[in-house]
Every structure is written in C-alpha cells, then in structure tokens.
C-alpha cells in the first residue's frame, strides 16, 4: 500500500516539476546573456495556454498523426513511474527494470518520428530522420553505462541500483562511476535535445532536430507534445540525480519528515544539474551535424572505459 | 589518498582520449593544459605526502618544474608556433575521429591485458593506476601517428612523455630527482628545435602537413 501511494507521489512530482526545469535552464541562459528572461514558471502558462487551444489535423494526416501526442505523453508518465524520486521508501515490486524505461521512452521516439513523416512535410522527414540517427547512436553508451551500474548494484532494478549506489559514498571519486557520470550527461544532452547536439530554441530548417517532427502539430497536442518531452527530460535528471548525486544516506531519522526532507533534497539537485546543462549550452556552440558521431563515440567509449575500470579494480 | 590516485589516473587517460577526439590546434594545446595540470596535482599530493612522512621535498619540486614547464611555459610556445601558421583546423585524417576514439579504447584494453600479466603490480589501484597511465603512453603515440601536421607530433610527443612520467610517478613514487631534471631538460630542448623545425616547415612548404614533406624543393 505504501510503495503504491509513493509510487503516485512520485509521479505526480515528477509531472509537477518537469516543466520547471525547463524554466530554470531557461533562465540561466537569459541571466548569462544580461537578460531578465522569461519568469521560471513560463512553461506552465504556456502549456495552460496551448490547451485550451483547439488543434489543427491536416486533412492527410492518418491515425497515426493523432495518436501520437497521447503515446508520447503517456510513455513518458509511464516512465516517470518507474524510477523512484527517493530511496527511503520501496517501490512497488512490479515496477519495471532501467531496460524498460529506456525503451519506453524509445516507443515514445518511435511514434514521433512516425507522426512528422506522416504528414509528409519535408521538415517533418528530415528532423525524424536526424532523430533517428542521434538516437541510435548514442544507444550503445546509454546501455553499457546502464549495464555497468547494474553490474555493480547486481540488479537492473532502478531502485536496487539506487540501494547500492548509496553505500558507495561519494560516487564522483569513483573511478568506473565518474565515467559513467559524464557519459551520462552527454546522454542527458543528446536525448533531451540539448545545444551541442540540437538547439531548443530556433526554428532554423538546416538545424532543427526535435523541433522539425513538432512543427505540424498545435493546440492540445502541441502541449502534451511538449509536456512530454519535459518529463522524459526530467526523468533523465532524476536517474542521473538519484544514482551519481545520492543524497538519501544522509537522512538518519525515519518517518514523514524524512520522506519530505528526501524530496525536497531530490528537487535541489535536480535544480543542480539544471545549473550545470545551462552552463554546457552557454558554453558551448552547437555542433556541425556530421561531428554529433564524434559526441556519441566519447560518449559510449566514456562508459565503455567505466566498464573497464570495473575489471581492473578487480571488484 | 589511493581513490584519489584513481580519479586523477582516470582523469588524466580522459584528457589523453579528449585530446584525440579535437580538430583544432588550439584545443590540443588547451587539453595538453589541462592534462599538465592534473599531473602537476598528481605530483604535487604525492609531494606532500612524502614531505609529511620521510620528510624529502623531491617530487614538490617537481611538482613545481611540472607547472613552470608544461602548464605555463610550452603551452605558451606552442600558441607562438601556432601563430606563425597560417590553418587553423586539422581537416583530413587517416581515420575518421569516432574510429580514432574506438581504436583508443581497443588500446586501452590491449593494455590491460598486458598489464595483468605482470606480477607485482597485483594490487588493485596499482594496476589501475599503472594500467590508465600506460595507455595514456600509448595514446599519445597513436595521437602522433594519426595527425599530418607538424604541430599534432609535437603535442603527441609531450603527451607521451607525460604518460611517461606519470606511469613512474604511479609505479614507484617518484624516481630520483636527478633523472627527472634530465628528462625535463632533454624534453625542453626537443620542445625548442621542433618548434623551430615547424617554423622552417612552414617557410619552406607553406603549410606543416608531413605528407608534403615528399615533395622535392631545390
């Protein structure tokens, strides 16, 4: 009873707080630039906004074009219940493994990439082409980084490998999970279409990755749209939240107090790494598309190198 | 102390493999840097300790060789060099980067399987940190092999000697400080005629890529 009720809660803050994380990047970026900015909370008046809205179906479209938005949406809450917010307390026994998560959101992926070549515009083909090629290749570093921490947890359980992480101590003077750690914010920035591989805010045609498969769709199905790419982000940050920052070791009281005090922990750490992906898009430019491989390869050789170690320290 | 070995061996292979993984002149001078100065950190925690526990400040003099020489001096050198010629970016290799970077992983494992086989070196974060420093070693040599221009040999070079140093530094903590002193000088004075070889290439050829080095000038 009490891992459904925190597998609820967790949902719910995870769709509560996903739009904010957004807002904070934005933010940063906008005070990097001098600029006051849009307010943190932006993305909620607009999703508010957007669906209240009616959307426009072209006629051509297939079932495919309208079914999308739900599946995205639903994928990515689907996923949000499947990994823990806070290690206190367990999850329920059926949530499923890191495997299915990640192939969760891909059926997400997959039915994007459908949608914006069901209409037939060439912008939809191209982003949806591009999108496939970012995300097979940076495939093979999200499972062998996956795998590694499995590896050293013994299970391919979220929550299990959160267990273990916690008793590492401190996980960024660790050698196999500081690779690990950097692999997976290159994953981060990849999945969640992020600057050196794709830039959120233009809608230039010779750039625009995520934006291209998005650009038919307004209204109610813009927003869930959107909504669903902000948990999917979300759910990247809190896995990597939750596994390399873990914090959950440090409460030592039990109870309500500290169920609340973990959560509150998870959001300032979540709000961390927000800092830090704004910090990368300021510093960075975006690449060339042809030296995203060059991305994707320091990223899978990152977690294959933390695979190594692993055998070297002999553990 | 040992985990922090660890991290800084590791993160001392990571700069090496960046390092393959950039196109500009300019970032394998910064990451050639960066990695200085993780091994001049290295260094100098190791100096300390022995400072502390036998009372020699051998390797804290190094230490401060280490950032004098390769974190302020060579960089800066280096940059003078790449000043004088005229193209910025390195665009043909041998290979694409990805395989570049893929082939450095395979080195890396070929290393760890050479290394286990070595008895003594049994201990875990010994062979950790022997076997990230070796391949660091390796790198830098196929860094060298893998670049046409002038500029990305002088820095392979360095970055050998860099895994070089570091891999006595792990094994034995610290050689003799005579040795050190010789070793920094011969690489100084290489630094200087290669850099002053580049500039002639540059005169003679027009441009440090090795491959026209075939073409006859009379």
Known sequence: ?315 | MDSYFDILSVLILLSSIILVSHKRIKSYIKTFRIQSALIALTAGIMGWNSLMEEGSFDILVVCVIIVLLKVIFIPRLLHKTYGSVEYKVEKDFFLNIPLLILICCGLVVFVYFSVSNISGLNEDHLNLQVVNSFSVILIGLFFMISRKWALGQMIGFLVIENGIFVTAIFSTNGMPFIVDIGIFIDMITAILIMGIMVMQINKQFDSININKLKNLKG
């Open chain 1, 1 to 315: 009873m009490i891992a459904i009720a925190n597998n609820l809660i967790q949902l719910l803050v995870i769709l509560l707080l996903a739009p904010m994380v957004d807002g904070v990047i934005r933010k940063c970026k906008a005070l990097s630039q001098k600029r006051q900015g849009a307010p943190v909370l932006q993305m909620y008046y607009d999703l508010f906004k957007l669906i209240q809205k009616e959307s426009v179906v072209s006629e051509t479209a297939s079932w495919i074009y309208k079914a999308t938005p739900y599946i995205v949406f639903s994928t990515a809450a689907a996923g949000a219940l499947l990994v823990p917010i806070t290690t206190l307390v367990p999850s329920t026994q059926l949530s499923g493994d890191i495997i299915l998560l990640f192939y969760l959101l891909a059926l997400g992926r997959f039915f994007m990439c459908l949608s914006a070549l069901d209409t037939g515009s060439t912008f939809g083909g191209m982003g949806s082409s591009r999108e496939a090629m970012i995300s097979s290749l940076i495939e093979p570093s999200i499972l062998v980084s996956v795998f590694t921490i499995g590896l050293i947890a013994g299970s391919t359980s979220i929550y299990q490998m959160m267990r273990a992480m916690t008793e590492v101590g401190n996980p960024l003077f660790h050698p196999v999970f500081i690779l690990t750690f950097l692999a997976m914010l290159i994953i981060i920035l990849a999945e969640t279409s992020r600057i050196p591989v794709d830039d959120p805010a233009t809608h230039l045609e010779l750039t625009m990755v995520h934006e291209a498969m998005l650009l038919e769709y307004s209204g109610r199905h813009l927003a869930l749209m959107e909504y669903g790419a902000a948990i999917k982000q979300l759910i990247l940050m809190t896995l990597v939240a939750n596994l390399f920052l873990p914090m959950d070791q440090l409460i030592s009281f039990p109870g309500v107090g500290a169920f609340i005090l973990s959560i509150v922990l998870y959001s300032l750490r979540v709000i961390f790494l927000s800092i830090i992906i704004a910090i990368t898009e300021i510093s960075t430019v975006k690449f060339r598309f042809f030296s995203i491989p060059n991305l994707a390869a320091l990223s899978f050789i990152l977690s294959f190198l933390g695979f190594l170690q692993y055998f070297v320290l002999g553990r």
